[in-house]
């Protein structure tokens, strides 16, 4: 199983197709992230987070479901 968190993008460095990364915060802790799989991510977008690598952009419902939900397993 794998497992993917949500997370808002804070800021960009685009170095290149394959480059581009970007701060990620979750919950108040910020992480670096490749952002390569979603180039239409911006600044204040939500992305889901798999091991380092954003794989999809989701809408802000979304995030706070998944937020929720993985909270009730703390």
């Known amino acids: 199983m794998c497992l993917s968190v949500p997370g808002r993008v804070l800021s960009v460095t685009d170095e290149g197709t394959l480059a581009r990364r970007g701060q990620v915060d979750f919950e108040g ?30 809408e802000a419902t979304e995030a706070a479901w ?3 939900q993985l909270g009730r397993l703390a």
């Open 29 to 58: 802790e910020a992480r670096e992230a490749n952002l390569s799989l979603v180039p239409e991510a911006g600044v204040g977008d939500w992305v889901l987070v798999h091991t380092g690598v954003a794989i999809r952009r989701v």
């Open 66 to 68: 998944v937020i929720e």
